[in-house]
């Protein structure tokens, strides 16, 4: 006879909003002091199936991924800030091409000298137990940035507030996995 207590969830131990780290293949200094990060919304649309007393919804064939938004402090040199502002401005061109080209360039591989999947990163989402050990992982597939905010100086401020920047990121698909990437159930 199975055990009535078979079906109950076995960690009783609540997730914690503060136990993350979120890292980014492309640009790993970006995101060091990374403050914020959301798993983000997830939707399937539907489809309509008629019916004749009353249409139906019925699940569709597409998924609809929001955005990944990051807040983090910005350093003194700005190098986290200016590493999410260079690889927009190279996606973006906003002078010339030479600034995608710049983005997409490898010097240092002379067999693929360009390969546009440079423009894109793929970053995770490391999700920490009560221990502060890695539990589970969010997977983002190539990533991009679409919007990074602005930072405002004020010389009337009387308390130091350090900076924080916000960066919003489209990619393909995340996927979610155990910490050792066996995927979720």
């Not at 060091?32 to 649309?45: K, M, Y």
């Not at 602005?150 to 996995?177: G, P």
């Amino acid at each position: 006879m199975a055990s009535p207590f078979a079906n109950q969830i076995q960690n009783r131990n609540f997730l914690s909003p503060v136990g993350f780290k979120f890292s980014l293949v492309k640009e790993p200094k970006a995101v060091f002091f990374c403050t914020n990060a959301r798993i983000p919304e997830i939707s399937l649309q539907t489809a309509i199936q008629p019916s004749y007393l009353k249409d139906l919804d019925i699940p569709g064939e597409k998924l609809t991924y929001g955005d990944l938004t990051l807040r983090f402090l910005v350093d003194e040199d700005m190098t986290n800030y200016m590493a999410i502002h260079n690889w927009l401005t190279g996606l973006g061109f906003p002078e010339t091409t030479q600034d995608y080209r710049d983005l997409i360039s490898n010097e240092n591989d002379v067999t693929q000298p360009e390969d546009i999947k440079r423009g894109f990163s793929d970053g995770s989402l490391s999700i920490l137990n009560s221990n502060y050990r890695t539990n589970t992982i969010v997977k983002f597939v190539d990533l991009f940035p679409t919007y990074l905010t602005s930072l405002d100086f004020d010389t009337s401020v009387t308390d130091i507030q350090y900076f924080t920047a916000e960066a919003t990121f489209k990619y393909t698909v995340y996927y979610i996995t155990d910490s050792d990437g066996r995927t979720r159930l």
